[in-house]
Each structure stands twice: as C-alpha cells, then as structure tokens.
C-alpha cells in the first residue's frame, strides 16, 4: 500500500526489447538470473485488457438476487483520513452447518466516536441454494459479539471437533468464535476469545493457519499493520498533490510486530512469536500457509507494505516448532529489481503444472504483481520473479490491488487468476479511485489478459478489497464474492460456456479431524498430472473454498490420485470420477460422493 511519493525513491523500471532481467544481487544474497522472453511491459503503461472484442461473459451478477446486502463502511466520512480506512475486508467462505452449501461470513468495517475506534457487526448470511442466501446473523448468535473495526475472517477447525470456527482480525483485537450445537437446533457460534488466550492488542490485518508442529491442531499465523491510533501516531499533514489533505503514507508508520500462536490442543492458545524468533520489520496485510518444497508440511509466506515480505520454512521434525525465514535468500521478499513492493494479497498454485506451488502477490501502483515460479530443489528452496515472461506483465502498473486467487474458471484444465483492485488514498493524483477488476486466463503457463468491455461486474471500476473463490451453487463452476469500500458485495456466478468439459472436486479430511493445510493432491488423467493444495488464509483477508478443484478439459476419467497428508501418509485414492465432489478421509483409500445438490 505504499504511497505514490514513495516512487520517488524507486528506481524505473527500464524497458529494453529482449533484455536480461536480473534479480539483483543484494548485501550478499544471490537471487536467479532469467532471460525475458518478450519484452516488458512498463509499470505506467496503460492495461490492455479491453484492446478485444469480449466474448461469452464468465460471470453473472448475482448480488441482487442472492439478498446478500452487506456494505463494508470504513468510517471516511468522519474526516479522520485516518489509515486504517485504506484497507477495508475480507470474504470468508464456511460450510457453517454441515450441509454441503458454502456459506458466506462478512466483516463490516468500523466507525469512530471520537477517538474511540468502534466496529460495524459483521454478518453471516446461509446459503439455501440456488444462489439464495439468508441472513442468520441473529440466530447463530453473532448479533451478541461486540466485534471490533474487523478486516479479515478466517474459517478453520481449531479444536478437531469437525466444525469450522471464525477467527475475525481487526483494530487491537482478535475475536475467535467457536462453531458449537445450538440448542434450538442447528449451530451457534459463541466467543471464546477471552479463554482461548488470543490476548491481542494489536491491528491485525490477515490471518492464516495450519498444523506447524505436526500434531493435528493448527496454529495461527497473525498479520499486523502499523502503530496508527488517535493518541499514538496520527499524522495529519500528508498530501500528494501538495495542498489537498490524504491518507498518509506507510512510510510515517513503524511496522508492528506479526504473532504466531501455538495451539496446546486444549482451545488455548500460546504465543510463540519470541521464541521463534520472528522478524518485527514487516507492515503485514497478506498471510498464506501452504506447503511450498513437497514435504507436505505448511510453510508460512506473508504480504507486507513497502517492506521485504517473508516466507518461513517448516523447518521441524514432527512434534517440533521450528521456522527459518529465509524470502530474500529464496527470491520471494523483493521483486526483479530488488526493491520490496507494496504487497497485499497472495495466493498459490501449481500454474504451470511443474508440482510445486508457485507464489503470486498484489502490489501497488507503479509496481507490477509478483508471480514468483517454484523452481526449488529438494536441497533448496528459490523462486524466480516470472511477472513479465508468463505474460503477467501486459496488465501494466497502473493497478492499487488487494484481493486474487487461482481459480480454473473454464474447466480446460490450467489455474487462471482474478485480481480486484482499488486506490488505498482518497485523491489519487493520476488515477482514478475505483479499478476494474482483472481476469487472466491460464494458456499452458501463460497468462493473458481477458477483455471485459461487456461483460457484468468485470467490466466497471470499483474500490474493492476482499476476493474469495468457490463453488457457491455445487455445479462444478467455481464463483467469486468480492468485498469493497463503502460500496454493496458482490456476488458473481461463474456461467462461462464449458461444454464438453469435466471437473472432479475433492475435500480433505485429516485423521480425528487433523488439520490438512499442507496436504497435496496429485491427480493424473490423459492429459497429465496436476497437483492442487491444501492452503490455509491466502488472498486478502479472506477464506476460500476448502475443497480443491480440478478442472478436467476434455478427459472422462481419472486415471490415479494421490494423496500426501500432513502426517506423512502417502495415500492413493480409489473410484474417483469427474463431475462430481468427493470426500477423502485419510486412512480410508475410498471416497464417498458429496450429497448436496445445487
């Protein structure tokens, strides 16, 4: 999120046909050396995305229909220019009763009374099916939380009981809210943050999670931003044109501290952030656990504002905590030049279809996205900057963007990637405010910018935020929900044309309900192998769908699937068959079909 006046201290980024870009060689860390392909783009060139005649839309504009209503109001009307107002929420996807429908659980910013920093309730809204959602905010017991100004929700079972629970981040607290039997029927959530000891004071942005020292239950990795707050650091004399009053730069703030906390299996939580020795220099926003070098354990990459981002390598025996940061030896704190980006959101996949999970990372203006390619070895751990050879680059650097994820939205068999996006300030001085949305289509590891002139949602700017991905209607099509500032959700269905095209889905359920961020699955079909992830946070404060989705392209069956699982199990799965959601138990070899229908 970093401010346009910090350009003046970047170097340009050079534009030269066939030039060698070169990962800089910095205080003693050597990072790849890769030839272009094609020549860059410049960061200030205009978007290419609507040079061509769109074809069939791939969403629909749902939002009306569905009756999910919520707006995310960040408090700017007060006049504050306060920063926390930049960042706005996240999306949160959670099957919250049991039922096969994914429901959706939204954050809803804050307001101030005075100098008194206050939340907006955050809402759940049930899905009926049909993409018909109703609000149950009250009956699940949420109308009873006193939540704070709130940014991030995360989904995931914390106490192995088979039941997702929420973790909501946001201004000097945590709330952490246990998904429990209501007993007027159905499922209640009750707030157990007080006993879970997630004793949290600081602004947390993101949140993610996962079984780090390999004894089932998840730890929780916790972004924190900056030391903004009426009576601690407030600034108020920042511009960007000279004269006219704006959100100030990240530059005027420390970075806070981010927290790892401990589970000890017993609902409480501990924190082990000294212990492991956590660096304390990153303004954090983006958070994301996923297993990164194949040992099947969850690494931890996170996001973070102007300053080097970090990824943590699960360095630990089983039973054991241990973390090596190693991102700017790995490639993956800097981009092509050596500079740290304005980093916010982040997903991972397998793009290119190599088996190992490449990073992807929103920046801001002037700054290109990061797709970071794994070309780690089972001796090294390293990245190569791969924005502009994967055709990433045509997009331009004109973008502010917060919220992406990986999704195979024709079914062709390749991860494509959506990115929404929205100026952090209130006056930007050369672009405007609101940004259209950007739709990449994977083309065998290459990307290309889709047009969007005529199609619904894509093709008008907003201020968006959050972006979270998954099959809201079990038609085999996975959909999006998209949080912005101060303007109503969107709700899109996916409805590109995919005739003669498969699809298998898959949920992972660890032994006794053991947490599976870090788990893989390898499928092979005639048209090759493909590997998906089991991930934990991602995007930007935000939960996606837990099931992991193959899109198939033209192949009618399934020729083998394979299992890695957390505890070190290798199993292969029997009987699969396309278009269909599968569950898979570890320890039993035979999935069982989902039984929830559209």
Known sequence: ?????????????????????????????LVAVSACSAPPASTTAPSRVEEEVPGPPPFADMTAHSDINLTYRNGEEAGNFAIIESLGGGVTLIDFDGDGLLDVFLPAGGY????????????????????????????????????????????????RDGWP???????????????????????????????????????????????????????????????????????????YDGKTRDVCQPAKFKPLPHTLYQNNRDGTFTDVTQKMKLRKDGKGIGALLVDVNNDA?????????????????????????ALEEV??????????????????????????????????????????????????????????HNTVPSGIGAIGGNYVSWGTGFFDFDLDGWEDIMIVSGHAIRFPTKIDRRQKPILLSNQRGKFKPLAAGGWPYLRDPHNARGLALGD???????????SHLNEPIAVLQNVTPTEG?????????????????????????????QTKFAQGGGSYGTTND????????????????????PSGKVEEIVGLEPDAYWTATEGEPKPKKAGAKP
């Open 112 to 159: 101030y009374e005075g100098k008194k920093v206050l939340g907006h309730p955050c809402k759940l809204y049930r899905n009926l099916g049909g993409f018909k959602f109703t609000d149950v905010t009250a009956s699940v017991g949420l109308d009873k939380v006193t939540f704070q100004y709130s940014h991030g929700g995360a989904a995931f079972d914390y106490d």
């Open 546 to 565: 837990p099931r992991l989705h193959f899109g198939l392209g033209a192949d009618t069956k399934i020729n083998k699937a394979t299992v890695y699982w």
């Open 472 to 482: 809201l209607d079990n038609d085999g099509k996975i959909d999006a929900v998209v």
């Open 327 to 384: 991102g700017l030896f790995a490639g993956v704190a800097r981009d092509d030049r050596g500079i740290a980006n304005g980093s916010m959101g982040l997903a991972g996949s397998d793009y290119d279809r190599t088996g190992r999970a490449a990073l992807f990372v929103t920046n801001y203006e002037n700054e290109l996205p990061a797709l970071y390619k794994n070309q780690s070895t089972d001796r090294q751990v390293r990245f190569l």
């Open 501 to 529: 095209r498969h699809w298998v889905g898959i949920k992972l359920i660890g032994a006794k309900n053991a947490d599976i961020v870090g788990a893989r699955i390898v499928i092979e079909t005639t048209g090759g192998k």
């Open 165 to 239: 629970d929420l973790l909501v981040t946001g201004y000097n607290r945590l709330v952490l809210l246990r998904n429990e039997p209501n007993p007027a029927g159905g499922r209640k959530f009750v707030d157990v943050t007080p006993k879970s000891g997630l004793n949290d004071a600081l602004w947390s942005t993101s949140a993610a999670w996962g079984d780090l020292d390999g004894d089932g239950y998840p730890e929780i990795y916790v972004c924190h931003y900056g030391n903004w707050g009426f009576d601690t650091n407030h600034p108020t004399d920042c511009t």
């Open 297 to 321: 354990r969850p690494d931890i990459y996170a996001a973070n504002d102007t300053d080097d981002n970090f990824l943590y390598m699960n360095s630990g025996k089983p039973g054991e905590l």
């Open 1 to 29: 999120m970093s401010g346009p006046s910090d350009s003046h201290f970047r170097r340009p980024r050079v534009i030269i046909a066939g030039m060698i870009t070169v990962n800089v060689f910095i205080m003693g860390v």
